[in-house]
């Protein structure tokens, strides 16, 4: 028994992030017999000082004495607290655990109390369905694609992925594919069966690789996918589906072969690394002109952008590139590496996709907790309000690909109360919930090696660890599709592809080549997302331990049970109501029993 409890998810009302103008109730636990004295709320803003408020006792049971503080929050921000307490058997300070218990401690780590200006008000179809990330270049070909100067085409589609190197030994991306925005527009039918409700296309912007990270000009679709009227016909038809379309904005950084940077003199424009004197030069940052640069993670071809009028105009400002892209149609943008950008420059691009669509989506690629990121010792406010939408979720992806392999359940269970307690609930129910990226190693082989996988070599799992990973996979995805926030398939993951770390993750799509098999069970799972329980709603973990775990999901008298066993012994589980297996639409109710390495999606 514990002398203290307490835990924002269960003694916080209301519990989570809250909007300003909100009172929340804060009740602690103490235990009778340490003799309680007096208790202390201890609360401070974001660089401000800490004020200390004396707790009510509220009532007793046999066991703990309940102390209480209201407090009403008047205006947004980061609301940082933790308890001090006096009694006979000594004074103690205590502080926030990893699971978001409370626990002694004469350390720093204060629980969170995160106060919103409003509530994300983004299109319903982003909480429903699935987002499909389409690597371009990577995932279908239509008709005859001419490669641009400096680029290669591969012909042949099946060719497998190798390194590239220029003639002085410098990783490049010049073996293109041939992807192409028209052969997205042929597989939308294909899109849709797989409930995919939003599309999010790698940059397409005019850029000299195949990823296209590396933007040359932001005013052209890059002509190997194709041009502005045939991006327009995609857009159109895939709303004609149900389907919306968001693009990739690398604003961090340009490509040095740009049109602003100019290195290699491939455009007429005079650009920063040409002359001082071009109209691009405070765009970028020189140390020692010109050779000595500040560059993205010291790569020499991504010269980092500076955050100047110009620059800032350019993309965000009134007729700039957030505007010309919405104005198309799109839905909105994931910006990429977004902790790298400022505060400020931030809220600027997301107000100018809003002047044109007030319900843009706005994701930030985040690759920790997005609720307090610090990034170049500024902290980061995405969700006070009138910025991002959503973030990619990489916390929910390790937890869930960790326990899936090991059977730790600790990192889920952390995960998922850190992100009830501290993320509002309109973030909640839109995070972009992946399992690989065009950074990561592929999900099936992650999956299917048990040694060290962050290795930058190709690696094809044998037929042994191929058939385990497809298991481990669907109970991956099981977990994938049923937690708070949104599906997002990485092409071809529904296929078997595998592949290790960049560029062995970013295979050609296997067409006629397909894993039917994985096909068929995404599809299944991909219908699933249509039951309403899983628009919105709350999650609660029901069970976590010996690794299992139970969770529901609740939206008024909607539930959904979800059970994943990687224990190693069956488990017994005792239902309250007669539910349906949503595979196998048996009717069940009472003592069920699940599998080792199974799973139950009850509805």
């Not at 987002?131 to 400096?150: A, C, L, Q, T, W």
């Not at 004609?240 to 491939?266: A, P």
């Amino acid at each position: 028994m514990e002398n203290f409890v307490f835990n924002p998810i269960n003694n916080k009302k209301p519990s989570g992030a809250c909007c300003k103008g909100t009172t929340v109730s804060y009740e602690l636990k103490v235990i009778k017999f340490v003799g309680i004295k007096k208790a202390y709320f201890v609360m401070h803003q974001d660089g401000q000082d800490e004020q200390r408020y004396e707790m009510t006792h509220k009532y007793a049971d046999d066991r703990y004495y309940h102390l209480e503080f209201s407090h009403t929050f008047l205006e947004s921000g980061f609301f940082w607290y933790h308890f001090e307490v006096e009694t006979n058997e000594g004074d103690f300070k205590l502080i926030r655990s990893d699971n978001l218990d409370v626990m002694q401690s004469p350390a720093n780590s204060d629980f969170l109390q995160l106060v919103i200006s409003k509530e994300s008000k983004i299109d319903n179809n982003f909480k429903k369905g699935i987002i499909y990330h389409i690597f371009v270049d990577r995932f279908n070909r239509s008709g005859e694609v001419k490669p641009r100067s400096g680029l290669k085409l591969i012909d042949d589609w099946q060719k497998p992925i190798e390194y590239e190197y220029n003639e002085v030994g410098e990783r490049i991306n010049a073996n293109c594919y041939g992807g192409n925005l028209q052969g997205i527009i042929e597989k939308l039918d294909y899109l849709k069966s797989l409930n995919v409700s939003i599309i999010y296309l790698s940059p397409i912007m005019e850029a000299n690789s195949s990823h296209k990270y590396d933007i040359a000009d932001y005013s052209k679709i890059d002509s190997m996918f194709g041009n502005q009227e045939i991006f327009e016909t995609l857009i159109k038809k895939a709303k004609k589906l149900g389907i919306s379309v968001i693009l990739d904005g690398v604003f961090n950084h340009t490509g040095s072969d740009s049109v602003y940077f100019n290195k290699l003199g491939r455009y007429r424009t005079v650009g920063a690394y040409q002359s001082p004197n071009s109209k691009y030069y405070s765009w970028y940052s020189f140390d020692k002109y010109p050779d000595e640069y500040s560059c993205w993670w010291g790569i020499k071809t991504l010269p980092q952008t500076e955050e100047n009028s110009t620059f800032f105009d350019y993309i965000a400002g009134r007729g700039g590139i957030i505007e010309k892209y919405m104005a198309m149609g799109i839905a909105g943008f994931r910006l990429d590496v977004v902790d790298e950008l400022t505060n400020k420059f931030t809220h600027a691009i997301c107000d100018a996709a809003r002047r044109v669509n007030p319900k843009a989506i706005m994701v930030g690629e985040v690759w920790e907790d997005a609720s307090t990121k610090i990034s170049y010792d500024e902290r980061k406010n995405y969700f006070l309000g009138g910025n991002l939408d959503s973030v990619t979720n990489y916390p929910m992806k390790n937890a869930i690909l960790d326990f899936i392999k090991t059977g730790n359940v600790k990192n889920f269970v952390n995960i998922i109360n850190l992100i009830k307690d501290q993320y509002p609930k309109s973030i909640q129910n839109n995070l972009m919930n992946i399992l690989d990226t065009h950074d990561t190693v592929r999900a099936l082989t992650y999956l299917g090696i048990e040694d060290d996988i962050n290795t930058k070599q190709e690696y094809k799992l044998t037929p042994d660890q191929r058939d385990r990973a497809k298991k481990l996979l669907k109970l991956a995805t099981i977990m994938q599709y049923t937690v708070m926030g949104i599906p997002t398939v990485f092409y071809g993951d529904e296929a078997g592809v595998e592949g290790t770390l960049d560029p062995f993750c970013r295979k050609p799509y296997p067409w006629g080549n397909e894993d039917l098999e994985l096909v068929s069970w995404y599809k299944n799972l991909g219908k699933l997302r249509n039951d309403k329980v899983f628009d919105g709603g709350d999650m609660n973990i029901l069970y976590a331990m010996d690794g299992v775990v139970a969770y529901e999901r609740v939206k008024g008298d909607q539930k959904a049970i979800i059970i994943i066993n990687r224990g190693n012994k069956p488990f017994e589980f005792t239902l309250m109501k007669t539910m349906t297996n949503y595979f196998n639409s048996d009717r069940v109710s009472g003592k069920i029993q699940v599998e080792t390495c199974d799973a139950l999606v009850l509805i």
